[in-house]
């Protein structure tokens, strides 16, 4: 079993910026790609960010030049970075992983941004 724990949400005017972290419990978070997602209130759940067990990123055409995911194998953890934050950027932001063929969700970690 693997669990996802993501954490550094928070409430940041527009133009801030804001370092979520996901880390794994589990041995094989390491050969596995990561990914993060957001939810917005009445909107269905989407893809932000994308990484693979090599490194390679793609990110969601909104959030392009602005977000940067990476991840720590020595730490089991994923990071998302989010410079010049929008109030369209509110939401609810999970992490997701596929290990042998499961899927893992975290619990999520609300993202607000003020205008």
Not at 19 to 25: D, G, K, T, W, Y
């Amino acid at each position: 079993q693997v669990q996802l724990v993501e954490s550094g949400g928070g409430l940041v005017q527009a133009g801030g910026s804001l370092r979520l972290a996901c880390v794994a419990s589990g041995s094989d978070f390491w050969l596995s790609g990561a990914s993060w997602y957001r939810q917005a209130p009445g909107k269905q759940r989407e893809l932000v960010a994308t990484i693979s067990s090599i490194g390679s990123a793609v990110y969601a055409e909104p959030v392009k030049g602005r977000f940067t995911i990476s991840k720590d194998n020595g730490k089991n953890t994923v990071y998302l970075q989010m410079n010049s934050l929008k109030p369209e950027d509110t939401a609810v932001y999970y992490c997701r992983t596929v290990i042998r063929f499961a899927t893992y969700w975290g619990q999520g970690t609300q993202v607000t941004v003020s205008s």
